[in-house]
């Protein structure tokens, strides 16, 4: 069974950090791609950074700089570093994993996580 549990969001202030983590399980880890997506309210849902099998990663224009993406092979975890946060990066964010699709459409990710807010304050 697929799993994809987010933890770390919370409420900074502005210029402020977080760490979103992803744990992943139920499935071949090191041959799928991931990606994080975000969705502020009334707002669609959007790429924030992605990262393929082989670790290549891109990133949205947005939060490039900002927001670092990695992985850990060995425990199945993936991480969204984000620095510098600013007011229009609150949303709720997602981790998504699928075995076929590396790339920053959301409707193509099989697998999704419940999501963790992030709110930054001004």
């Known amino acids: 069974q697929v799993q994809l549990v987010e933890s770390g969001g919370g409420s900074v202030q502005a210029g402020g950090s977080l760490r979103l983590s992803c744990a992943a399980s139920g499935f071949r880890y090191s041959a799928y791609c991931f990606g994080w997506f975000r969705q502020a309210p009334g707002k669609e849902r959007e790429g924030v950074a992605h990262?393929?099998?082989?670790?290549?990663?891109t990133y949205a224009d947005s939060v490039k700089g900002r927001f670092t993406i990695y992985k850990d092979n060995a425990n199945h975890m993936l991480y969204l570093e984000m620095n510098s946060l600013k007011p229009e990066d609150t949303a709720l964010y997602y981790c998504a994993a699928d075995g076929n699709y590396c790339g920053t459409r959301d409707r193509y990710y099989k697998y999704w996580g419940q999501g963790t807010q992030v709110t930054v304050s001004s």
């Open positions: 990262m393929d099998s082989i670790s290549s990663t």
